[in-house]
């Protein structure tokens, strides 16, 4: 069974296997978890992510779909990235949301990656609410058949890890 552990910090200082970035779907960067990952990442997570975009995903990835690169300086051997939905009010995207934990999980089995950071995804600027982020996230996790030893959820603020520890515990 894949413990889950929580950390409230930044997810690019995180020594894991593979770090998640809540990407978008050109996969070139961007501002939270994304623009972080690739500054401190450095140019090589970007020069993958270009190849990608390239060779497979001409139109960018699609939302609830994941994909690795190389983690250049972070802490990690790899970088997963997966494109959460933005929230709605008047359309259920749950199943999106949970898709992007799964698949990201996914890849990590695919890659051999036993310890694999996430951040909250689609709950920053994508507008998530952060309870039911953390309900749909956690849930995926323990619903997901997985080689990987360890989930931990990164999460910067006190609200973001309040969430999380109410669906852990």
Request: no cysteine; charged share 30%; glycine share 14%.
């Given at each position: 069974m894949t413990e889950i552990r929580l950390v409230r910090g930044d997810i690019t200082q995180q020594h894991a296997d593979a770090i998640v970035n809540a990407a978008n779907s050109s996969l070139l960067g961007g501002g939270g978890v994304d623009g972080a990952i690739h500054r401190r990442g450095g140019p090589e997570i970007l020069d993958e992510c270009r190849r990608l975009r390239a060779s497979h995903?001409?139109?960018?990835?699609p939302t609830g779909q994941a994909v690795a690169t190389t983690a250049g300086r972070l802490d990690a051997r790899w970088v997963i990235h997966t494109v959460g939905p933005v929230w709605s009010k008047d359309e259920d995207r749950s199943a999106l949301l949970a898709s992007c934990y799964r698949e990201s999980l996914r890849v990590a089995d695919e890659l051999g990656a036993r310890t694999v950071a996430f951040p909250a995804i689609s709950t920053g600027i994508y507008g998530w609410p952060i309870d039911d982020g953390a309900r749909i996230a956690v849930q995926t996790v323990r619903d997901t058949?997985?080689?990987?030893e360890e989930v931990r959820f990164v999460?910067?603020?006190?609200?973001a890890y309040a969430a999380f520890a109410t669906q852990v515990h």
């Open positions: 995903y001409g139109k960018g990835l058949e997985t080689a990987v999460l910067f603020d006190e609200a």
